[in-house]
């Protein structure tokens, strides 16, 4: 790809597309939600849709960056990058529907930043409007994303992340976060993966 650069990392202001970091978090989400879902007592069908959104929910990331190159070669405004970084689920589910997968993947993919309480994104769903698998996943990228190293902050330690958490609790199905919360209690952040250099030779 021609807009990676030698550091593996998509240049950017509020977007930094980092493929090893990406693919992480993937992994990462990816392990809770599945763990969150058996917990759940979920299908066996339902708990490997949820795991696979889980690893693939960002992927529109990839398109994200290349729409945002250029629109910075023409004077883009760092203020206006926030719709963009907005867009990123629409261009995974696009991404994912044109590769055949199911719609019950797609729907997982496309609604995991939307909140129990209305206030999420791309459609603005409230409650039960919201695919189940996505509301699994919202809780999961969330915790995943605090407890991870960013460019702009250290993570957070488990229990600040899920006081942090508790606190936005109106965001979340509870149902979904009380199981999600014995699941942290057991495990921690021991889920959080950490790719190896021999994990990424094929990039």
């Given amino acids: 790809m021609d807009i990676l650069n030698k550091s593996g990392t998509f240049t950017g202001r509020i977007v930094d597309y980092n493929i090893r970091e990406e693919l992480e978090h993937g992994i990462y989400v990816s392990k809770l939600a599945r763990a969150t879902a058996h917990d759940m007592h979920l299908s ?3 708990v490997y849709n949820i795991a696979l959104a889980g690893l693939l929910h960002d992927i529109g990331k990839l398109k994200l960056e290349e729409e945002m190159k250029a629109e910075r070669e023409s004077g883009f405004l760092v203020t206006e990058e926030i719709k963009y970084v907005r867009s990123h689920a629409r261009h995974s589910f696009k991404i994912l529907e044109e590769r055949g997968y ?7 993919v496309r609604y995991h930043h ?3 309480d209305g ?3 791309p459609s603005h769903l409230r409650g039960e409007e ?4 996505a509301r699994v996943v919202r809780v999961c990228d969330v915790f995943a994303a605090l407890t991870t190293d960013r460019p ?3 993570r957070f330690t488990v229990e600040d992340a899920m006081q942090m958490m508790i606190d936005e609790c109106m965001h979340y199905d ?6 999600f919360q014995r699941l942290i209690h057991r495990v921690g952040s021991s889920y959080q993966y950490h790719l190896s250099e021999g994990d990424l030779t094929w990039l």
Avoid at 102 to 108: A, G, H, K, S, T
Avoid at 130 to 133: A, D, K, Q, T
Wanted: hydrophobic residues 40%; negative net charge.
């Fill in 44 to 46: 066996p069908a339902m």
């Fill in 102 to 108: 199911p719609l019950e993947i797609l729907e997982i």
């Fill in 114 to 116: 939307e909140n129990y």
């Fill in 119 to 121: 206030t999420g994104y």
């Fill in 130 to 133: 919201i695919p189940l698998g």
């Fill in 152 to 154: 702009y902050r250290q």
């Fill in 174 to 179: 509870m149902q979904v976060f009380l199981h």
